[in-house]
Nanobody, 125 residues
């Protein structure tokens, strides 16, 4: 099992910055993809950014050029640097992990999906 704990949300004025952190713990073979998603009131959860175990990144169009995803060398913690925040970025942000629990899972390419508890990000106009 993988437990994800997020931190770093808060309230900022539009144009400000926040940095979210996600730390993974528990027993697993490898986290393959680390990501951030968000859900605004009345909307579906949407992808924000992902980074793979190998370091490849992917961003949703609305955040390109403003948000940066990164991970540490242990590949069990990852971050989302959010600059030039806009009111439309206001949402609950969730960290996400796609992981192999065991070596057997890696051989069969069976991944498990894990979510953090969510952290509120509010950018006021």
């Amino acid at each position: 099992q993988v437990q994800l704990v997020e931190s770093g949300g808060g309230l900022v004025q539009a144009g400000g910055s926040l940095r979210l952190s996600c730390a993974a713990s528990g027993t697993f073979f490898r986290i393959n993809t680390m990501g951030w998603y968000r859900q605004a009131p009345g909307k579906q959860r949407e992808l924000v950014a992902t980074i793979t175990n190998g370091g490849s990144t992917n961003y949703a169009d609305p955040v390109k050029g403003r948000f940066t995803i990164s991970r540490d060398n242990t590949k069990t913690a990852w971050y989302l640097q959010m600059d030039n925040l806009k009111p439309e970025d206001t949402a609950v942000y969730y960290c996400n992990a796609e992981a192999f629990r065991s070596r057997y899972d890696s051989l069969t390419n069976f991944q498990y999906t894990y979510w953090g508890q969510g952290t509120q990000v509010t950018a006021s106009s």
